[in-house]
């Protein structure tokens, strides 16, 4: 097996057909993985940051791609840390679900030369910090794994959940699966949307109109989240330009799923998602809050959910963010880590002490938290993000 580190855009485009291909080949790619993601993600926050892909190849045949690269930052604008990221984190659009694309049959083996690569001949870094893994890919027991005997020297965060389902074959048998309550609440919706003149539910799939519909998506997202947040979605310029220009590959290719609920020619709700393979991933949405009595959020998840089920989807992922009313439809959930690795410098070192220093601040402001109350089931308890726990898992054996 031959590991390469390419270092250029021009090696980074040379990739094209081998990363489709492995796409196809590899069991458990995400959308998030694909070329089209990670090329456009590169073309608009890759300044100031440096390639380091690595490639590994057998017998002349591409059999992995972990596209990372390095960055610098500043402890109090004293110390430089260099670190080394996957490419996709960092910047302000948070994909999931960036494990290392590995062909199958060949797992095990490519991500423990990944792993032994990235500590042994990458050089440079201080830290190696690495978000959405899953807790059990082989890449990321081999990365623990190779860092048994150093424990000290790397931190395994808590993990995100992530709330998906398994579609049935059919919408009546979804809406059986559902709770009494629940299902008796969507069709009194569907109902009650379905009555009124100009209702409808539109899939994008004109390139014509993807510029407009993607304006539209944009608005209703800032108008919900207005006074919310200090940091909606679709603000800085290069998140526009990246998914705007990324609808328009995916709708290419087939993939963009881009839905829209209008009453009268008046858009009232979108959702931005993707499909790969045999699952449709619900990256973003928005509506209008004054049509908040309508719930229109909660009726283009359950019309996406809907067309997912009629084109064959047997999966629909709902990504980061363990929010309540993800709930109201699917309830299976699955989890991501973040794996941190250092050196042993100084730099490192201010940086580990730094993080310390943080966790223990955090562990006293949870403490003094009181639970909230779950309205549906009356119950306490912690939300998502302050529940404790770390995943560990287990050394690969190869």
Known sequence: MLIE???TIEQFDSLLEQWRELEK???????????DWQRLWWKHYGTGRELRILLAKEEGKTIGIFPLYQETHWLRGLWRVRKLRQIGAGGDTA???LNPMLLDGSRDSVAKAFADHIIDEIAGWDLLDLVDLQPDAPFT???ICAYKNRPSMLNV??????TYGKLPATWDEFLANLGYHRRAALRRLRRKFEQQTGSTFIVWADPSEIDAAFERLASLHRLRWEGRTDHPSFNSPQYLGFHRELMHALLALGRLRLAELQIGGRSIAMLYGYRLGNTFYYFQSGFDPSMAAWSPGELVVGYSIQQAIEEGCEIFDMLKGDYHHKRHYLRLTRN???????RRRPTAALYRL?????SVSLGIRRKGKRPYSDQRDGTDKLPSSH?????MPSCLTV
């Not at 991501?336 to 250092?342: C, I, P």
């Not at 730094?354 to 943080?358: G, R």
Request: hydrophobic share 40%.
């Open 25 to 35: 080949a590899s069991p458990d790619t995400s959308i998030f993985m694909t070329w």
């Open 336 to 342: 991501t880590v973040w794996v941190r690795a250092y």
């Open 354 to 358: 730094k993080a310390w220093l943080t």
């Open 141 to 143: 027991k081999a990365l």
């Open 95 to 97: 994909p999931d679900d």
């Open 387 to 391: 529940q404790s726990g770390k995943v």
């Open 5 to 7: 580190c390419l270092t």
């Open 157 to 162: 965060g808590e993990p995100s959940s992530i």
